[in-house]
């Protein structure tokens, strides 16, 4: 999927096409010219509130037969459960709306009217944490059942006068860890939450810089991840105790937006890859308490995170990609571009990116 701008500056359209060949299986009318940032394929249905005006089925191009999918300006969509949960503000007042569906049909809707204004929640089953962004009246984390739409448990441990600075993390229960929610307050301390009930179970201070909208938490390999700052932090699940503390070049270079909006870490065999600074492509081992395991130099300054495909690492910065094994960091193969790519993705196929804003490359993988 990519989403070209048009030789008019009012909109854009939407291409669906085969990976192998780039023939064109369908194509849609987008609302804006730039490459849409919610994106995402979920039950078979592609999700882009930010360019198209319905859910498409992503084999067929046809829309979903659900009335007004994305109302007003849609903030952020997230499933929980078999349950698509998104929040949109009501264009023209300033009040937001949380919606609850049944996919793929769109069955047993659910509104909440006059929500706060929510991070994009963290889902462990049907349960979904929703944390007011800062600035909002509303101090209490809450957590929702998605089927009924009812509130389960609130949590008020960041204080009265903290927020969450960004959106909140669902980690799993594993071995003999209960399932938890993570937190990170403006404050720059990390709380670790109960997903059954809600109590505290760890409280930590990081000691890093949280700015919104340039600040995420994550999980890779059994460990917790805070980007911020400048800082990637590694946390234990467990208690919250930091692990590991390495200099990045920040959160909109190192970690892509996935479905919805979320933003996660690039990662391969065990392998944690970030820009550690604007021309730097850092491998750090996950298993081994952070340790570089290479590092790869640009002569430019990256503009998107590295994707991985098939096992390859594929990283792009000014007018050149490269292909890199996670654990080596000897090029496998480079390419030049004719442009500089903004955004890269890629499968076991090959490596695509998106030239200048206005043209997809799409490249088959080297042979190793």
């Excluded at 937001?96 to 009217?113: H, V, W």
């Excluded at 400048?230 to 920040?250: I, Q, Y």
């Excluded at 590295?306 to 480079?334: I, S």
């Amino acid at each position: 999927m990519h989403a070209p701008a048009s030789a008019a500056s009012t909109g854009g359209t939407v291409h669906a096409v085969r990976t192998a060949d780039g023939t064109r299986r369908w194509q849609r009318d987008g609302g804006a010219g730039a490459p849409p940032k919610l994106w995402g394929v979920v039950d078979g249905l592609l999700l882009a509130p930010d360019a198209l005006a319905e859910a498409l089925d992503v084999r067929t191009g046809e829309p979903w037969p659900v009335p007004d999918a994305w109302p007003g300006t849609t903030l952020w969509y997230a499933v929980a459960g078999r349950r698509l949960a998104t929040l949109h503000r009501v264009d023209g007042v300033d009040r937001y709306e949380l919606r609850l569906r049944t996919l793929p049909d769109g069955s047993a809707p659910r509104t909440r009217k006059s929500a706060p204004h929510w991070h994009r929640p963290a889902a462990l089953g049907s349960a979904l944490l929703l944390a007011p962004e800062p600035g909002t009246l509303v101090d209490d984390v809450t957590c929702l059942d998605a089927a009924t739409g009812n509130t389960r448990w609130t949590y008020d441990g960041l204080g009265s006068d903290a927020k969450a600075v960004a959106a909140p993390l669902a980690l799993p229960g594993r071995g003999g860890r209960a399932a938890r929610f993570a937190l990170l307050s403006d404050t720059g301390d990390l709380h670790l939450v109960a997903a059954r009930d809600g109590k505290r179970l760890a409280r930590r201070a990081l000691g890093i810089a949280a700015g919104r909208g340039t600040t995420a938490l994550g999980q890779a390999r059994g460990t917790g991840l805070v980007l911020g700052g400048g800082r990637l932090v590694a946390f234990d699940p467990d208690d919250g105790a930091v692990r590991w503390n390495r200099p990045t070049a920040g959160l909109a270079a190192s970690w892509p937006s996935g479905p919805g909006g979320a933003a996660a870490p690039v990662t391969a065999d065990g392998v944690l890859l970030h820009w550690a600074d604007p021309g730097t492509l850092e491998a750090v081992d996950l298993a081994d308490g952070g340790r570089r395991l290479w590092a790869a130099a640009f002569d430019a300054t990256a503009q998107c995170p590295p994707a991985v495909g098939g096992g390859v690492v594929y990283v792009t910065a000014g007018r050149e990609c490269r292909a890199l094994p996670p654990r080596g960091g000897a090029p496998l193969a480079r390419w030049r571009l004719d442009a500089e790519a903004t955004a890269l993705a890629a499968d076991a196929s090959g490596w695509y990116a998106l030239l200048g804003g206005r043209s997809v490359r799409a490249v088959n993988a080297p042979s190793v």
